[in-house]
């Protein structure tokens, strides 16, 4: 069921954790769930992965998280846009606070180009406005 959004080709994009041991999550989301991999790269000194969970929607892992949360951490939740720079002009207007301001980003060792943002909504989440610059990827 298609609904009308103010954001063009908004959608759920991928979902973000940062965790302290990456190989046991990985394996956990790949092995134990049957998500495979569709993306892999270095962030510095720790890896990062997505996931696919097999409806387009991505489980994205970094390492390098050092503590332990009992209920869990999402760090972000993204949203697939067509356009990363009017979807933060819209989410401002909304009444979003800046994060980081559209910006050109390539991921997986420079195979992945990207637009990206980070908006805090009004309760103080934290959302990524992701436009995939080369969907044959």
Excluded: N
């Excluded at 990363?84 to 989410?91: E, G, P």
């Excluded at 207007?93 to 994060?99: F, L, Y």
């Amino acid at each position: 069921m298609q609904t009308e959004t103010r954001i063009k080709g908004s959608g759920f994009h991928h979902i973000s954790i940062k965790v302290k041991d990456f190989d046991a999550c990985v394996r956990f989301y790949e092995e134990g769930l049957g998500f495979p991999r569709r993306h892999a790269w270095m962030m510095g000194e720790d890896p990062a992965v997505m996931l696919d969970m097999g409806d387009g929607g991505i489980v994205e892992i970094f390492g390098g998280g050092d503590e332990d949360v009992p209920d869990g951490k999402i760090g972000h939740f993204a949203l697939r846009v067509d356009d990363c720079d009017a979807a933060y002009r819209t989410a401002m207007e909304a009444g979003a606070s800046s994060h980081l301001e559209p910006k050109d980003v390539v991921i997986c060792d420079g195979t992945y180009p990207i637009r990206i943002a980070f908006i805090r909504g009004t309760a103080g989440e934290l959302v990524e406005l992701f436009e995939e610059k080369d969907t044959r990827v």
